[in-house]
T-cell receptor
């Protein structure tokens, strides 16, 4: 898997946008960027993925830089329930479903 | 309806015992996985099955044996349990297809295994 680098922790005020960065400078041209999160004591939850264009769904937006070496997950209006560990993952292009979870970013949303 | 379910939720057992964890998905997916999350919270893939065929087998002791009776079920049997097997085990499923859909995985709630 392409190596990803994320800050270990971030804080965000409730109601504000949470911007979570991820560096993946060794990403290959056909490798996707995936974001998952794990709320305490629950199973990981898929959030969003993208290749080169920006993506948006009901949970979040994903902004990928033009050179694809970094991306930002945006939670537009963070709530207390968004407090979780957020993982940025770039799986291998072999498409076997082998996800490698790093340490992720612990996002703390504060009232 | 629960998409990916696991039983039991908690499992406490003695060293040396044999135990099984069951996983079922009602999403119609072809691929299922087992992950282990240790006390330091690192989440690591153990096995993956696609249509009952083993496709990922990480460096896992052979005391761990996955069994897939059909594509909706992937059970994990563990022989001769050791203290180091204590962890949370997560089952997941996905539907391979275009655009890397293998990696859009749905996880179960986890089974917390404690070996005494």
């Amino acid at each position: 898997d392409a190596k990803t680098t994320q800050p270990p922790s971030m804080d965000c005020a409730e109601g504000r946008a949470a911007n979570l960065p991820c560096n993946h400078s060794t990403i290959s041209g056909n490798e996707y960027v995936y974001w998952y999160r794990q709320i305490h004591s629950q199973g990981p939850q898929y959030i969003i993925h993208g290749l080169k264009n920006n993506e948006t769904n009901e949970m979040a937006s994903l902004i990928i830089t033009e050179d694809r070496k970094s991306s930002t997950l945006i939670l537009p209006h963070a709530t207390l329930r968004d407090t979780a560990v957020y993982y940025c993952i770039v799986p291998t292009s072999s498409n076997t479903g082998k996800l490698i979870f790093g340490q992720g970013t612990t996002l703390q949303v504060k009232p | 309806d629960t998409a990916v379910s696991q039983t039991p939720k908690y499992l406490v057992t003695q060293m040396g015992n044999d135990k099984s964890i069951k996983c079922e998905q009602n999403l119609g997916h072809d691929t299922m996985y087992w992950y282990k999350q240790d006390s330091k919270k690192f989440l690591k893939i153990m096995f993956s099955y696609n249509n009952k065929e083993l496709i990922i087998n990480e460096t896992v002791p052979n005391r761990f044996s996955p069994k897939s009776p059909d594509k909706a079920h992937l059970n994990l049997h563990i022989n001769s349990l050791e203290l180091g097997d204590s962890a949370v085990y997560f089952c997941a499923s996905s539907q391979p297809g275009l655009a890397g859909r293998y990696n859009e995985q749905f996880f179960g709630p986890g089974t917390r295994l404690t070996v005494l």
